[in-house]
């Protein structure tokens, strides 16, 4: 069974790290890619960038190699509902742009319902958007839902449902309704998506009270990397036959 699986920042996955012995990286570039082996699954995990841009390329790419049995997207969101607090993990059950009307719902097989109830993974609406918004303002888009803002999970749901590859999104909680970052990401990104030092040092410099703000992030983002990572270990770990009967009953419905 071959998995794909995609990660925007090297924080979203370094736990995995530890998790499983075999990692191996495969190439640095233009995407850092990573291969290593379970009983019966070959994982492979690709480094896209932040961005709907940045995940579409990535994919774009690696689907021109190899059509994956399942695809999974794993990173941060921004909560929009007082529930979702930091680090809690949650899985798409639909999923849509903040500016689009086109929604994508996912058909999940009685395996998978079960094994997110047992891992107290939170089923959500995923709002994708280019760039990170006001919380609380784009919570009403959810209309009451349980719901994430992310920045990719409705562009890889697009790809998936075109390709008709099965495709699922596990994201953990980075930063909750009531928080709010302190900077903008697009300053302290570069063109790929990518977190970018100079950009950090830059906006510390041009205001100091950012450093709090990036501390205060940094350990909200090691706390959601450890509950995201965890849980996407364990869905991993379900023994090959049964998780590739669970990708074969994953429905993708675009209204």
């Known amino acids: 069974m071959r998995i794909l699986i995609l990660t925007a920042l090297p924080q979203e996955y370094s736990f995995l790290k530890k998790l499983f012995p075999s990692w191996r990286l495969v190439r640095k570039r233009p995407t850092k890619k990573f291969a290593f082996k379970l ?36 990173g941060f969101a921004g909560g929009l509902h007082p529930d979702l607090q930091t680090g809690v993990v949650c899985f798409a059950v639909s999923a849509r742009g903040i500016f689009s009307e086109e929604v994508f719902q996912f058909r999940l097989p009685d395996a998978l319902s079960d094994f997110l109830a047992r891992n107290n993974i939170r089923p959500v609406l995923m709002l994708s958007a280019e760039t ?26 697009a790809t998936a449902w ?13 930063d909750p309704i009531g928080h709010d970052l302190g900077f903008n990401l697009s300053d302290i990104s570069d063109e790929r998506g990518r977190i970018s030092l100079t950009g950090v040092l830059l906006t510390v410099m041009r205001n100091p009270a950012t450093l709090r703000a990036f501390y205060l992030s940094w350990c909200n983002s090691r706390r959601a990397a450890r509950n995201l990572c965890g849980s996407v270990a364990a869905f991993l770990g379900i023994p090959a036959p049964l998780l590739g009967k669970i990708a074969g009953e994953i429905k993708i419905e675009r209204q």
């Open 132 to 157: 990170a918004g006001d919380k609380q303002a784009l919570s009403a888009l959810a209309f009451g839902q349980m719901a994430v803002l992310d920045m990719e999970t409705a562009t890889v749901a």
């Open 39 to 74: 009983p019966g699954k070959e994982i492979i995990l690709i480094e896209c960038g932040m961005g709907a841009g940045s995940a579409q390329k990535a994919l774009g790419v690696e689907l021109a190699g190899f059509s994956p049995d399942l695809l999974i997207f794993s």
């Open 162 to 174: 075109n390709n008709k590859i099965p495709f699922i999104s596990l994201r953990a909680v980075s």
